[in-house]
C-alpha cells in the first residue's frame, strides 16, 4: 500500500495546533485510502507547541508524530521531517490549513500519476482564493517577477501545499538551500528547471489570519527576502 507522510511545519503554534492536526487526522480517516502518518514539525517553538504535538502523538500513535528541529526555519521543519522519516510521497501544508483539506487527495493523485512534484495553484481559474489586498499585490508581483526574470511555467511557486515523490527526496531536496519562507519557492523553481514533471492543481485557500495575528508574515520585508534569494537562486541556475 502507498505510504504517504504528511509534513505540517508548527513554530509557536499552541493556538490552533491541536485542532488543525486533528481535523487533518479526521479527514485523511475519511478521505484517504493509504497508509498515511502526519508529522507535526516543531522547528524550535518556545511556546506549548511541543506539549501539545507530544500529546497529539501518544493519543495516536502511527498516525501522529511528533518531530522536534532545534532551529528555527519553515523550510529546514519540512526537509528534517521529510528527510528523516520514509515514505513513497512526501506532502507539507502550512498549519493554519491556509488551503483546504479538499485538495489533498488531487494533490497525491498528480503524484501517483507520474509527477515528481505537484503543488496548489492559487491562479487557476478553479481555485477559490481569499486575501488580503497587500497579499492579492504581493502575490501577483511575485508571480510576475518568477515569469520574466527566471521565466518560471509555474504559476504559484510559493503556495503552501505541496507534495513529491522519493525521487525529489533524494536527488532534489538535498539541493534546496533556503531553510525559511523561500523554501517552498526554492523547491518548485529547481524542479521545473531540471525538467522534473510537475503538476499544479485548483485548491481554496483563505488566509485564516488576515484578521489576528498579523505580525507572524510581515509582507513588506517577506517581500523583499523573496526577491532577494530569486537573484541568489539565479546565479546557480
Not at 70 to 87: R, T
Amino acid at each position: 500500500m502507498t505510504k504517504v507522510l504528511i509534513a505540517v511545519p508548527a513554530h509557536n503554534e499552541e493556538k490552533i495546533l491541536r485542532d488543525n492536526v486533528l481535523a487533518i487526522f479526521n479527514f485523511c480517516e475519511k478521505n484517504l485510502n493509504f497508509d498515511w502518518q502526519i508529522v507535526i514539525a516543531d522547528n524550535s517553538s518556545t511556546d506549548q507547541t511541543s506539549e501539545i504535538g507530544q500529546d497529539l502523538a501518544q493519543k495516536y500513535p502511527g498516525r501522529v508524530t511528533y518531530f522536534f528541529v532545534d532551529k528555527k526555519g519553515k523550510g529546514l521543519a519540512i526537509k528534517s521531517a521529510w528527510q528523516n522519516f520514509s515514505s513513497d510521497i512526501y506532502c507539507f501544508m502550512d498549519a493554519d490549513l491556509a488551503t483546504d483539506l479538499s485538495g489533498l487527495p488531487n494533490l497525491i493523485s498528480k503524484i501517483q500519476a507520474g509527477n515528481d512534484l505537484a503543488l496548489g495553484n492559487r491562479f487557476d481559474s478553479h481555485s477559490r482564493v481569499k486575501r488580503s489586498v497587500a497579499r492579492r499585490i504581493f502575490s501577483r508581483l511575485y508571480h510576475l517577477f518568477l515569469k520574466y526574470y527566471l521565466r518560471v511555467k509555474i504559476n504559484d511557486a510559493p503556495c503552501g501545499f505541496k507534495a513529491i515523490n522519493q525521487k525529489v527526496k533524494t536527488e532534489l531536496l538535498p539541493q534546496v538551500k533556503n531553510e525559511d519562507w523561500f523554501f517552498d519557492s526554492e523547491l518548485a523553481i529547481l524542479a521545473e528547471k531540471k525538467a522534473y514533471p510537475v503538476a499544479e492543481v485548483p485548491i481554496v485557500w483563505y488566509d485564516q489570519r488576515a484578521r489576528q495575528d498579523k505580525s507572524r508574515v510581515k509582507i513588506i520585508s517577506l517581500g523583499f527576502n523573496y526577491f532577494k534569494e530569486v537573484i541568489k537562486l539565479k546565479k546557480r541556475l
